[in-house]
């Protein structure tokens, strides 16, 4: 090994130095090819601070051309966001490098879109050295952004408007500030020394930047639309700098559309700006904005337009009656004040309604429930299952991919080894399965995932696992599944149901690829759902005839039958003669897995993010009937208050057990809590795919779906609508069970009532006024028996109002009687009142 590699892990950038001023050009580029081999074998190495320093120095002394330099520097493993830039350039100078701008672009080129700081110091730092042009991708622009303010310690700089005036990327980036996507995100600024839109509006004011520019782009950023936090800047810009009522007319245009299209911060933005032009904006163009506008759910919006339309018919009598029809547009607003406010308006402006009488429906109007989709067809072609790989190793865990790709592994791993090996090998070294080492693989499925890929692809690489996967089945052979009566409790496993029985299962299958023409797994799904048919189980026992059954592929197979007692293939598996055809018989004589005892519980603990922060949780413990045996942990639920925010396996719960739909919800529910609870992204959209199961969903779903209602992000929202809409169309929802638990956590301040009446109003949309009215029949009354009823509360009474006119069923709302004898003017009071009508009615 040449000797410069010492110091230069070490990080000794003065040797690093020493040594290559000692080389002639010729040693230079012979160790630069040295250099590359080092580092690629040293691939699980990571290069930061005076490592990475050195690192740079010694690619700028003797590599031979930009393109060389940055492969090498813009490794995964290489961190440049400490380096020394100093040495690096002096090095470049002294050997007479004359393409470091060029590196400069290159390594911009791949600046991480989500991470461009990590970086970017280092790109800066070359370009201003050979005084060239910034480069103008989006990358690069984000991680400008976020320079502006975050430079070693932001407190100790100048103020940004000083350093900015004279910064020499300003004038070529500012435009593209506007149209990169998510940049906004990069300026918001902590510091007040530092925030951007004070900065660009002072040099506005200073005469450095031109109004109409920074006007100009505000606007177009704006009618682009980004995330809300990543508008934020942009608003604030606006505000600071206060378009004169000249700038505003000049862009009328814009402003009405972000009126009619934009978010509502932006929307009332534009409409501000527009009621200050006062008569000069054209009637016809606010109406026809105007007429978006009242459907939208932004109340206060929705207020100040109905304002806006009252005053402008009592300035134009002469166009009242045109405006008292776009009025009448509002009064089919969600919201019962605005709907009742906009149809005075229209009134008394001169409209007058055509009476509808709808007769009422004591029923659902939802479409025949679809059958679970079959299971796609088992992989039989090398390419279709490199594809499939891809997509895991790119984390998508869904059930049907993860079952598909086992199977493909059996069975052409037995069958096609060779074609196997060429496809896989060089997919999964690209994306470096197998190349950390790490010490809790044992029990990680996906470690033990990407093991198994390695065995399929190359025996030799994965031979050092099968004495770790002897060791996990060898641990599992005291955790047996059955029988579950009639042997000895044993304590419950620290780990998950779910960790054992994959870990088991993929031990099973990293053994067996070393056989021939298996005929893959027997537990591999006939359903979409997971679920297979016995039928199916009993051809695939018939087929295999005395061949060795793999223990927990049995196991897996049996827990995916679904529930109930069938005699007749019973005793044509008992015919087979075989364990497996024994133990199958067992199964559909009603040996199955036995039903849980659950119990709702209210803990509390802290936040998965904040643990100084106690909050509570309703959740569902689950423990085995009495004389029952649970070595798997498949029957006992802890009352946890954490959920698992990494989603990974967790997404296969459905499918390890999809006949037991209650169960499995119970040890969802933690995770899926987190979406109203601690607002995580995507945690409660398996919710359609548990409604596919089937199984008595008990409180555990009602849970689900309550917490799921409430969620943070549309996305979640959305699947427990799709879940609530399979339930009910299969007459499988407790809808009354739904709205108790949804009534209980909103009165215990658990989740933000709030979110739940838009993914309530699309149900009542798609046709399910009966359900949605049972539900908020039993979710009102712990709302209004709380000492102060949570915000939210007068709109779901007013859906309540809506879905009992509409399907003329009549059922008791206890509490309700007593708000409205309370008297007032309070919206609670005035929606209370409209729901008694309607009962009345």
């Given at each position: 090994?040449n000797?410069?590699f010492?110091?230069?892990?070490?990080?000794?950038?003065?040797?690093?130095?020493?040594?290559?001023s000692?080389?002639?050009?010729p040693?230079?580029?012979?160790?630069?090819?040295e250099?590359?081999?080092h580092?690629?074998r040293?691939?699980?190495?990571?290069w930061?601070?005076k490592?990475?320093?050195?690192?740079?120095v010694?690619a700028?002394?003797?590599?031979?051309?930009?393109?060389?330099?940055?492969?090498?520097l813009?490794?995964?493993?290489?961190?440049l966001?400490?380096?020394?830039?100093e040495p690096?350039i002096?090095v470049?100078r002294q050997?007479?490098v004359?393409?470091l701008?060029d590196?400069?672009y290159?390594?911009?080129d791949?600046l991480?879109r989500?991470?461009?700081w990590e970086n970017?110091?280092?790109?800066e730092?070359?370009?201003?050295?050979e005084?060239?042009?910034?480069?103008t991708?989006?990358?690069?622009?984000?991680g400008?952004?976020y320079?502006?303010?975050?430079?070693?310690?932001?407190?100790e700089?100048?103020p940004?408007?000083?350093r900015l005036?004279?910064?020499?990327?300003?004038?070529?980036?500012l435009?593209r500030?506007?149209?990169?996507d998510?940049v906004?995100?990069?300026?918001?600024?902590?510091y007040?020394r530092q925030?951007?839109?004070?900065?660009?509006?002072?040099?506005?004011e200073?005469g450095?930047?031109?109004r109409?520019?920074?006007?100009?782009?505000?606007?177009?950023?704006?009618?682009r639309?980004?995330?809300?936090?990543?508008?934020?800047?942009?608003?604030?810009?606006h505000?600071l700098l206060a378009p004169?009522l000249?700038e505003?007319?000049?862009?009328?245009?814009?402003y009405?559309?972000?009126?009619?299209?934009a978010?509502g911060?932006?929307a009332?933005?534009?409409?501000r700006?527009l009621?200050?032009?006062?008569?000069t904006v054209?009637?016809e163009?606010?109406l026809?904005?105007?007429?978006?506008v009242?459907t939208?759910?932004?109340?206060?919006?929705?207020?100040?337009?109905?304002?806006?339309?009252?005053?402008l018919?009592r300035?134009?009598p002469?166009?009242?009656?045109?405006?008292?029809?776009?009025l009448?547009?509002?009064?089919d607003?969600?919201a019962?004040?605005l709907r009742?406010?906009?149809?005075?308006?229209a009134?008394?402006?001169?409209h007058r309604p055509?009476?509808?009488?709808?007769?009422?429906?004591?029923?659902?109007?939802?479409?025949s429930p679809?059958?679970p989709?079959?299971a796609?067809a088992?992989?039989?072609?090398?390419d279709e299952?490199?594809?499939?790989?891809s997509?895991?190793?790119?984390?998508?865990?869904s059930?049907?991919?993860?079952?598909?790709?086992l199977?493909g592994?059996?069975?052409l791993a037995?069958?096609?080894?060779?074609?196997?090996?060429?496809?896989?090998?060089?997919?999964l070294?690209?994306?470096q399965?197998?190349?950390?080492d790490h010490?809790?693989?044992?029990?990680?499925?996906?470690?033990?995932l990407h093991?198994?890929?390695?065995?399929?692809?190359?025996?030799?690489e994965a031979a050092?696992?099968?004495?770790q996967?002897?060791?996990?089945?060898?641990e599992?052979?005291?955790r047996?599944?059955?029988p579950?009566?009639?042997?000895?409790?044993v304590?419950?496993?620290?780990?998950?149901?779910?960790?054992?029985?994959?870990?088991?299962?993929?031990a099973e299958i990293g053994?067996?690829?070393?056989g021939?023409?298996?005929?893959g797994?027997?537990?591999?799904?006939?359903?979409?759902?997971?679920?297979?048919?016995?039928?199916?189980l009993?051809?695939?026992?018939?087929?295999?005839?005395d061949r060795?059954?793999?223990?927990?592929?049995l196991?897996?197979?049996l827990?995916?039958?679904?529930?109930?007692v069938?005699?007749?293939?019973?005793?044509?598996?008992?015919a087979?003669?075989?364990?497996?055809?024994?133990e199958l018989?067992?199964?559909?004589?009603?040996e199955?897995?036995p039903t849980?005892?659950?119990?709702?519980?209210?803990?509390?603990?802290?936040?998965?993010?904040?643990?100084?922060?106690?909050?509570m949780?309703?959740?569902?413990?689950?423990?085995?009937p009495?004389?029952?045996?649970?070595?798997?942990?498949l029957?006992?639920?802890?009352?946890k208050?954490?959920?698992q925010?990494n989603?990974?396996?967790?997404?296969?719960?459905?499918?390890?057990?999809?006949?037991?739909?209650?169960?499995?919800?119970?040890?969802l529910?933690?995770?899926?809590?987190l979406?109203a609870?601690d607002?995580?992204r995507?945690?409660?959209?398996?919710?359609?795919?548990?409604?596919?199961?089937?199984g008595?969903?008990?409180p555990?779903?009602?849970?689900?779906l309550a917490?799921?209602?409430?969620?943070?992000?549309?996305v979640?929202?959305a699947a427990?609508?799709d879940a609530?809409?399979?339930?009910?169309?299969a007459g499988?929802?407790?809808?009354t069970?739904?709205?108790?638990?949804?009534?209980?956590l909103?009165a215990?301040?658990?989740?933000?009532?709030?979110?739940a009446?838009?993914?309530?109003?699309d149900?009542?949309?798609?046709?399910?006024?009966?359900?949605?009215?049972?539900?908020l029949?039993?979710?009102?009354p712990?709302?209004?028996?709380?000492p102060?009823?949570p915000?939210?509360?007068?709109?779901?009474l007013?859906?309540a109002?809506?879905?009992a006119g509409?399907t003329?069923v009549r059922?008791?709302?206890?509490?309700?009687?007593?708000?409205?004898?309370?008297?007032g003017?309070?919206?609670?009071?005035?929606?209370?009142?409209?729901?008694?009508?309607?009962?009345?009615?």
């Amino acid at each position: 090994m040449n000797k410069i590699f010492g110091p230069l892990g070490r990080g000794d950038v003065p040797v690093v130095r020493s040594m290559l001023s000692e080389l002639d050009e010729p040693a230079r580029r012979a160790l630069g090819d040295e250099l590359v081999a080092h580092v690629r074998r040293l691939r699980d190495n990571w290069w930061s601070g005076k490592e990475a320093t050195a690192l740079a120095v010694v690619a700028v002394g003797t590599l031979s051309t930009a393109a060389k330099a940055a492969t090498l520097l813009g490794r995964r493993s290489v961190m440049l966001r400490d380096v020394d830039c100093e040495p690096v350039i002096a090095v470049a100078r002294q050997r007479g490098v004359t393409w470091l701008a060029d590196l400069a672009y290159k390594l911009a080129d791949r600046l991480q879109r989500n991470r461009p700081w990590e970086n970017w110091l280092f790109v800066e730092a070359l370009l201003l050295a050979e005084e060239a042009a910034p480069p103008t991708g989006d990358a690069f622009v984000s991680g400008w952004a976020y320079a502006m303010w975050w430079r070693n310690d932001p407190r100790e700089l100048a103020p940004l408007a000083d350093r900015l005036r004279v910064d020499p990327f300003l004038d070529v980036l500012l435009p593209r500030l506007f149209e990169v996507d998510g940049v906004g995100d990069y300026l918001n600024s902590p510091y007040e020394r530092q925030r951007v839109p004070q900065a660009l509006a002072a040099l506005a004011e200073q005469g450095r930047l031109e109004r109409s520019v920074l006007v100009d782009g505000v606007l177009g950023r704006l009618l682009r639309g980004d995330r809300p936090a990543a508008l934020r800047p942009f608003l604030a810009l606006h505000d600071l700098l206060a378009p004169t009522l000249a700038e505003t007319a000049d862009r009328t245009a814009a402003y009405l559309r972000l009126l009619a299209d934009a978010p509502g911060p932006v929307a009332t933005l534009a409409q501000r700006a527009l009621q200050s032009l006062g008569e000069t904006v054209e009637v016809e163009a606010v109406l026809d904005a105007a007429r978006t506008v009242l459907t939208r759910p932004e109340k206060g919006l929705v207020r100040a337009q109905l304002t806006w339309l009252d005053r402008l018919a009592r300035q134009r009598p002469e166009r009242a009656a045109e405006i008292a029809e776009v009025l009448a547009a509002g009064a089919d607003h969600p919201a019962a004040d605005l709907r009742d406010r906009a149809a005075a308006l229209a009134q008394r402006h001169g409209h007058r309604p055509v009476a509808t009488v709808t007769a009422p429906r004591a029923h659902d109007e939802l479409p025949s429930p679809v059958p679970p989709a079959p299971a796609p067809a088992p992989i039989t072609d090398v390419d279709e299952l490199t594809e499939e790989v891809s997509g895991l190793l790119a984390h998508r865990w869904s059930a049907p991919t993860v079952e598909r790709v086992l199977d493909g592994l059996v069975r052409l791993a037995t069958t096609d080894r060779d074609r196997l090996a060429a496809a896989l090998l060089p997919l999964l070294r690209r994306e470096q399965v197998g190349v950390y080492d790490h010490p809790w693989a044992v029990y990680n499925l996906s470690v033990q995932l990407h093991n198994v890929l390695l065995a399929a692809a190359s025996p030799t690489e994965a031979a050092g696992n099968h004495d770790q996967w002897s060791g996990i089945l060898s641990e599992s052979l005291t955790r047996t599944l059955r029988p579950f009566r009639g042997r000895p409790a044993v304590q419950p496993p620290n780990r998950s149901a779910l960790t054992l029985l994959y870990s088991a299962r993929l031990a099973e299958i990293g053994q067996r690829l070393s056989g021939r023409h298996d005929p893959g797994p027997l537990a591999a799904p006939t359903s979409s759902t997971g679920a297979i048919d016995p039928a199916a189980l009993y051809e695939r026992l018939a087929a295999l005839g005395d061949r060795p059954v793999w223990r927990w592929d049995l196991t897996q197979a049996l827990l995916r039958l679904p529930v109930g007692v069938d005699e007749t293939l019973a005793s044509r598996a008992a015919a087979l003669g075989t364990t497996a055809g024994d133990e199958l018989a067992s199964w559909l004589r009603g040996e199955a897995l036995p039903t849980p005892v659950h119990q709702v519980l209210t803990v509390t603990g802290s936040h998965d993010y904040a643990y100084d922060r106690r909050v509570m949780r309703t959740v569902v413990a689950s423990t085995p009937p009495e004389g029952v045996a649970d070595p798997l942990g498949l029957l006992t639920v802890p009352a946890k208050q954490h959920g698992q925010r990494n989603g990974g396996w967790s997404e296969l719960w459905p499918a390890l057990l999809p006949g037991h739909r209650g169960l499995v919800a119970a040890h969802l529910l933690p995770r899926i809590a987190l979406a109203a609870q601690d607002d995580v992204r995507e945690t409660a959209t398996i919710l359609p795919v548990l409604a596919e199961c089937t199984g008595a969903g008990g409180p555990a779903l009602d849970l689900a779906l309550a917490y799921g209602l409430c969620a943070r992000h549309e996305v979640d929202r959305a699947a427990a609508v799709d879940a609530l809409l399979m339930l009910a169309a299969a007459g499988d929802l407790d809808a009354t069970g739904v709205g108790g638990q949804l009534g209980a956590l909103a009165a215990d301040g658990q989740v933000t009532l709030t979110r739940a009446v838009t993914p309530l109003r699309d149900a009542v949309a798609a046709g399910a006024r009966l359900s949605v009215w049972r539900l908020l029949a039993a979710a009102v009354p712990p709302l209004l028996t709380a000492p102060t009823p949570p915000r939210g509360t007068p709109d779901l009474l007013t859906l309540a109002a809506e879905t009992a006119g509409a399907t003329g069923v009549r059922i008791d709302v206890p509490g309700l009687a007593d708000v409205v004898a309370r008297g007032g003017g309070s919206r609670l009071v005035t929606e209370a009142r409209r729901l008694t009508t309607a009962l009345a009615a």
